[in-house]
């Protein structure tokens, strides 16, 4: 754990505490004594505004994202925010690529005799032998390699899969317990493997029932990517697709599923003595691909600093308004994912902290650094929105002092059910100890939440550290704190409703960011990112 500085945290408990109202008998005012101004009340009037039936889910790129990006200008301008977004409003607008599939086709057949093994055609009434469960939206063929259960443990020097994947399709026997997923997509990409081939059990029900549930997919709206990070390299979009057991049998030389089986179990037990081995079959997938352009926005707010110089700097404070939209419908028939905790909540927060933050200003107690209060889309669909902010900032990235990110505060998670004053706390010290100090120093101001590390750890496997829109910030060396109530049965369902909202733990939440967004916008010095171990991760995992 880094050690905390002590004489960081005097000074800026000092700085804190250093402007006073001096009425006579008016008790002491200060930038933090306006953290008094959230109130249950007010998050639950904007919640009930976003995590309506009108607004559907609020998924990127339709009508009802719009109507929230809408109301949520509007909230900022009642406040009197500035906007800093394009054409002076309070939109920052970008594009996004959208694909739609009508079908693919994949061909398989030996690579000595070209002959056909099997042709398969995926679509809305169609099913064959190969389902793509992501990727795969450009024509790609290559050679198959077989990498065992893709088993990998450097500390034991174990590790099926092939050293040359260039061009090639991997085919792999998943295991949950022993399949490496995270280097199995590390080595997919342009220049690497051109696709995975998975085959998951020898339960052939199982992936006929996946053939099945994909086909009403086809001709949809699918994915969506940031149009200007398409480029005209040549590179290809990677496939991860799944096989029928009893074809995955064939291409082993097996002729039976039993035989499947127990290969997988020897791959598991004796992961040693496996070593990956070319497979005599070529692979052809070609997909039928539609693309259009569609829309979004991040909704921007800015507060203007009062320090003549520090006001260049920026706090960025973040949540994202984007859900999932409407999907399968519940035992009740309710087919509208609200999102009321998934991010309503953090972007209520965002709403009542930009409040109070100006009310403190209007009073004469602004902050010496600006702060920008940033809503974005696309969260949902891979962190776009933000990724598009960070790459296209309004306010340099070498002036943004730090990032504070709110992603679900409004419940309470399971661990959590008989004292629910508590909130997880990811970045901070394994970013910057000094975030860290303000992080504690903001919460001793007034919340006085338990502040749980439990997933504030690089190689936590969950990996929350870089699952949010925090992430985008952090891969460019910008400090963060990520606030985070943990998971809950809701999540990603239609259930995630404004009634199942705790507004007590989420005020105080609230009132922990407002404190640590001042800390920040007044603290003499910028937090600096010196954990050398963070700093090697985003050399290696930004994107």
Not at 460 to 475: K, M, V
Request: proline letters at 3%; one cysteine or more; charged letters at 25%.
């Amino acid at each position: 754990m880094i050690q905390r500085s002590l004489l960081f945290i005097l000074a800026v408990s000092l700085s804190a505490c250093s402007v006073f109202n001096k009425g006579n008998n008016q008790p002491p005012q200060n930038t933090y004594t306006f953290s008094q101004e959230i109130t249950e009340e007010g998050l639950y009037q904007d919640l009930a505004v976003l995590a309506h039936d009108s607004l559907q889910g609020r998924e990127t790129g339709t009508i009802g994202e719009e109507k929230a990006a809408r109301f949520l200008a509007k909230r900022y301008k009642e406040m009197g925010l500035k906007a800093v977004g394009d054409d002076n409003s309070y939109f920052q607008y970008y594009d996004l690529v959208q694909q739609s599939v009508d079908e693919i086709r994949y061909e398989l057949r030996t690579s000595d005799s070209d002959s056909v093994v099997d042709m398969s055609i995926h679509n809305s009434s169609e099913g064959g032998n190969f389902v793509t469960l992501f990727g795969g939206s450009d024509p790609i063929s290559g050679e198959v390699v077989f990498a065992g259960a893709g088993v990998v443990n450097e500390e034991e020097g174990i590790n099926q899969f092939p050293e040359d994947v260039s061009g090639k399709w991997l085919l792999v026997m998943y295991d949950q317990d022993h399949t490496n997923m995270r280097y199995l997509q590390s080595v997919l990409g342009p220049e690497q493997a051109i696709g995975a081939i998975i085959v998951v059990g020898t339960d052939t029900e199982d992936f006929e029932q996946e053939v099945e549930s994909r086909k009403g997919s086809f001709g949809q709206g699918g994915g969506l990517s940031l149009k200007y990070r398409q480029t005209d390299s040549g590179g290809v979009s990677s496939a991860f697709n799944r096989a029928h057991p009893e074809l995955a049998a064939k291409m082993l030389g097996l002729d039976s599923l039993k035989s499947l089986a127990e290969m997988q179990e020897s791959l598991i037990t004796e992961p040693n003595a496996f070593e990956a081995r070319e497979l005599n079959f070529v692979l052809s997938h070609d997909p039928d691909v539609k693309e259009e352009i569609v829309r979004t926005q991040n909704v921007v707010a800015f507060l203007e600093g009062t320090d003549p110089q520090l006001k260049n700097e920026v706090v960025v404070l973040t949540s994202h308004y984007d859900h999932v939209g409407i999907g399968r419908p519940d035992s009740t028939g309710d087919r509208i994912y609200n999102g009321a905790d998934d991010d309503g909540s953090g972007t209520v927060a965002a709403l009542s902290a930009a409040g109070a933050m100006m009310k403190a200003k209007e009073a004469g107690f602004g902050t010496k650094r600006s702060v920008l209060f940033m809503n974005v889309s696309g969260e949902e669909k891979g962190l776009l929105g933000s990724r598009y902010y960070s790459d296209h900032p309004i306010f340099s990235i070498e002036n943004t002092v730090a990032n504070i990110n709110m992603d679900m505060i409004g419940r309470v998670d399971e661990e959590h059910i008989a004292d629910s004053n508590y909130v997880y706390i990811i970045g901070g010290e394994i970013i910057s100890s000094q975030m860290d100090s303000l992080t504690q120093m903001a919460n001793l101001m007034g919340p006085n939440l338990t502040l749980s590390d439990r997933y504030n750890d690089l190689e936590d496997p969950n990996q929350f550290y870089r699952r949010s829109d925090h992430w985008n910030f952090g891969r460019l060396g910008v400090p963060f704190v990520f606030l985070f109530n943990g998971t809950h049965e809701d999540y990603h369902r239609p259930q995630d409703h404004i009634e199942k909202i705790t507004f007590g733990p989420l005020k105080k939440r609230t009132q922990l960011v407002y404190n640590l967004t001042a800390l920040l916008a007044n603290s003499p010095d910028r937090p600096v990112v010196d954990n050398q171990a963070f700093i090697e991760k985003t050399q290696v995992q930004a994107r």
